[in-house]
Nanobody, 119 residues
């Protein structure tokens, strides 16, 4: 329960595209807002994008217009389509599931997938 598994990272040249996927257990996916975070070397983890249960989306200014988050409820999967990648997008990308339970906010995290953008 609460397992998140990311895939799709890799090495790409600047200007290229990648699509990240995150499969979540069905018990949490349907009741969670899903998000992507990233952490570059020597920096704190930062929020990238969120999609709510009702598929409302929100993006960090740094990725707005280049990244698209989506969810497939039938597959318990959230995606992050990343276009026009820049070297500063290089980071480990983490999938997050956020839900309320017992008056608390509960977060689940994936193991992370590396994205490297070469200049």
């Amino acid at each position: 329960q609460g397992q998140l598994v990311e895939s799709g990272g890799g090495l790409v040249q600047a200007g290229g595209s990648l699509r990240l996927s995150c499969v979540a257990s069905g018990t949490i996916f349907s009741i969670s807002a899903m998000g992507w975070y990233r952490q570059a070397p020597g920096k704190q983890r930062e929020w990238v994008a969120t999609i709510t249960v009702r598929s409302l989306t929100n993006y960090a200014d740094s990725v707005k217009g280049r990244f698209t988050i989506s969810r497939d409820n039938a597959k318990n999967t959230v995606y992050l389509q990343m276009n026009s990648l820049k070297p500063e997008d290089t980071a480990v990308y983490y999938c997050n599931a956020k839900r309320r339970g017992g008056g608390l906010t509960i977060n689940n995290w994936g193991q992370g997938t590396q994205v490297t953008v070469s200049s």
